[in-house]
Nanobody, 121 residues
Framework: VQLQASGGGLVQAGGSLRLACAAS??????MGWFRQAPGSEREFVAA???????YYAESVKGRFTISRDNAKNSVTLQMTNLKPEDTADYYC??????????????????WGQGTLVTVSS
């Protein structure tokens, strides 16, 4: 099982970036993104169920949009109005956890490599 993330980079505050993640080897009920800034724990960003229902952290709601293509076994994260506090390594993930735990990193067992997003002020 592999998840391959791409799309990170350097952007000015207020700018946009699009992250993409392609999974192979199996499909997942939940696909999502977490992020981890230096010295901080990995935190939930957004997730999407196979049904298409989406879930967001309060800090990104209204600015980030997650979507998935079940046929291509992929997930994307469109990030707009980026802020310096969005700077982090972003990790895509897939899992089959229950809905009540969709924001918990411990319920995901398949992770892609991090892709760095840096937002300058």
């Amino acid at each position: 099982v592999q998840l391959q993330a791409s799309g990170g980079g350097l952007v000015q505050a207020g700018g946009s970036l699009r992250l993409a993640c392609a999974a192979s080897g199996r499909t997942f009920i939940n696909m999502g993104w977490f992020r981890q800034a230096p010295g901080s724990e990995r935190e939930f960003v957004a997730a999407v169920r196979r049904s298409g229902h989406t879930y967001y952290a309060e800090s990104v709601k209204g600015r980030f949009t997650i979507s998935r293509d079940n046929a291509k076994n992929s997930v994307t994260l469109q990030m707009t109005n980026l802020k310096p506090e969005d700077t982090a390594d972003y990790y895509c993930t897939g899992g089959d956890g229950v809905l009540s735990a969709i924001r918990s990193a411990s319920t995901y067992h398949n992770w892609g490599q991090g892709t760095l997003v840096t937002v300058s002020s």
